[in-house]
């Protein structure tokens, strides 16, 4: 064996050293990321399109006393908010129908369409009216939570 092949060797086994080890700290590297991430990134918050969801949600981050007033109030508006909760997710319904249907008509496109508005100003009133009623009874601080409040927001942990 000769100085020049016996270099070579050494080479190329220092090499593969320095290469083990900078993959291993690479993967750690991105192990060490990906742990992070997940321990320090919020769920994602999955919207829904049902109201009650969604103001479970909300009453969560608002000081105590408001939360169950806010979760009381729905409970005793329950129907009435159902009620047209249901009627404007079937108005929404009937214009995907009417999308679907071959031949497509425009008119009865239109008409689902005037429906659907009428069933979403209906829901909206409903809605809007129990919380006007639920804001009256609130404290200035639940107030400004409520106004404050975005669905991307954690529970309010510290509730009294």
């Known amino acids: 064996m000769s100085v020049a092949h016996f270099g070579s060797t050494a080479m190329t086994r220092g090499s593969s050293r320095w290469?083990?080890?900078?993959?291993?700290?690479l993967n750690l590297f991105f192990v060490g990321v990906a742990v992070a991430m997940a321990i320090r990134s919020p769920a994602a918050t999955a919207w829904d399109r049902d109201v009650f969801v969604r103001v479970s949600r909300l009453s969560a981050t608002l000081p105590k006393v408001d939360g169950d007033l806010v979760l009381d109030q729905m409970k005793a508006h329950r129907a009435a908010i159902a009620d047209a909760q249901d009627r404007y997710f079937?108005?929404?319904e009937r214009i995907h129908e009417t999308l679907r249907h071959d031949p497509f008509k425009v008119d009865d496109m239109r008409?689902?369409?005037?429906?659907?508005?009428a069933a979403r100003q209906n829901y909206d009133t409903v809605i809007q009216g129990v919380f006007a009623g639920i804001a009256e009874k609130m404290s200035p601080a639940g107030r400004r939570a409520l106004a404050d409040w975005?669905?991307?927001?954690?529970?309010?942990?510290d509730r009294q």
């Open 150 to 157: 975005r669905a991307t927001r954690k529970p309010n942990n």
């Open 19 to 25: 290469l083990l080890l900078g993959s291993l700290a």
């Open 90 to 92: 079937a108005a929404r």
């Open 111 to 117: 008409a689902a369409m005037a429906q659907t508005r």
